[in-house]
């Protein structure tokens, strides 16, 4: 394993993550296989706990799959810590927030972690689309932020995919970099823009997926198959939008188009729809699909 990556001399050894969501558990599940000590906080006691079972339930599929020995697993629970109190960050060398993608529920997280992360943190945010200098600048520390963007499921997936901004020091950028490094991932660097490099590709084509199904052009599963079938996707875009969350895919739908005022970036009329009556994909239990029952079935 690498050794550990500093900033100014400080190794980065504790990682604070706000927010225990589907990113954030596993965010905090990759860093505590790496060896880091990791505080988790959410806002309630009741979220906190599920936060917590996602953490254990994911860690105990990586040691039926033979990712993880049991005493792996074990260990990396010990390093965890999960709560409510953001005093859990007093002692972090880097806080990750990975709460939900709106602009001004982050600014107003950044503002309170910066008071209470230690002088030497690096903060960083694992938004997928929304600008990170709109994030820093509600900071005392604008030059030690970062966008570290977790692809999902954070311990599978193997990209990182790092955002400097205006502000952002080159020190601070290697160190994260070495951060996403010791965590087993390929990090890729990209400039403060809207949907930095993987959406501003990957949002145009989900939407036009809905687009087609929207209009009657196809069905969903005919769509799904076309592309996991014809161009060796492993998920169908409507499915993987649903994996994705049919409510952050708005978000970022909503944040590229502020961005860019581009129509490949606008959200179509059933996309608001669907977000608006609640379907939002696996998390609510139905979105394109119905997996109030079982998953869609994929072709063979």
Same mark, same amino acid.
């Not at 520390?141 to 955002?163: A, C, I, K, S, Y």
């Not at 860019?260 to 996309?271: F, S, V």
């Given at each position: ?17 706000a ?96 008071a ?8 960083a ?15 005392d ?20 995919? !790092?955002?400097?901004? +205006? @502000?952002?020091?080159?020190?601070v950028?290697?160190?994260? =970099? /070495? *951060?996403?490094?010791?965590?087993? %991932?390929?990090?890729?660097?990209a400039q ?58 708005l ?19 059933? !996309?608001?729809r669907? +977000? @608006?009556?609640?379907?939002?994909g696996r998390?609510?239990? =139905? /979105? *394109?699909?119905?997996?109030?029952? %079982? ?6």
């Amino acid at each position: 394993m690498p050794p550990p990556p500093t900033i100014a001399g400080v190794e980065i050894e504790t990682v604070g993550v706000a927010g225990a969501g589907q990113m954030g558990a596993g965010i905090s599940e990759v860093c505590a296989t790496r060896g880091l000590r990791v505080a988790v906080v959410e806002v309630s006691a009741e979220l906190a706990e599920a936060g917590r079972r996602r953490i254990e339930q994911s860690m105990a599929r990586a040691v039926e799959r033979g990712k993880l020995s049991e005493a792996e697993r074990d260990a990396a629970l010990g390093r965890i810590t999960v709560g409510t109190d953001l005093e859990a960050f007093r002692g972090a060398d880097m806080v990750i927030e990975a709460i939900p993608e709106n602009l001004a529920l982050k600014r107003e997280m950044f503002t309170r972690i910066d008071a209470i992360a230690p002088d030497r943190a690096i903060l960083a945010t694992n938004t997928s689309a929304l600008p990170v200098i709109e994030i820093a600048r509600v900071t005392d520390r604008p030059e030690q932020v970062v966008g570290t963007h977790f692809f999902n499921p954070p311990p599978v997936m193997r990209l990182l995919e !790092l955002v400097r901004t +205006v @502000a952002t020091a080159d020190g601070v950028v290697d160190t994260a =970099r /070495g *951060f996403g490094e010791r965590l087993g %991932k390929r990090v890729i660097v990209a400039q403060d823009r809207g949907g930095f490099i993987v959406n501003l590709l990957l949002v145009p084509f989900l939407t036009s997926a809905i687009r087609l199904y929207e209009a009657g052009f196809a069905s969903r599963e005919d769509i799904d198959d076309g592309m996991r079938l014809g161009c060796n996707h492993p998920m169908g875009p409507l499915q993987l939008i649903d994996y994705i969350g049919l409510d952050t895919h708005l978000a970022v739908c909503d944040a590229l188009y502020e961005e860019y005022a581009l129509p490949e970036y606008a959200a179509p009329p059933l !996309l608001k729809r669907m +977000v @608006a009556a609640g379907w939002l994909g696996r998390k609510s239990g =139905r /979105g *394109f699909y119905d997996y109030r029952d %079982k998953p869609p079935a994929k072709a063979g």
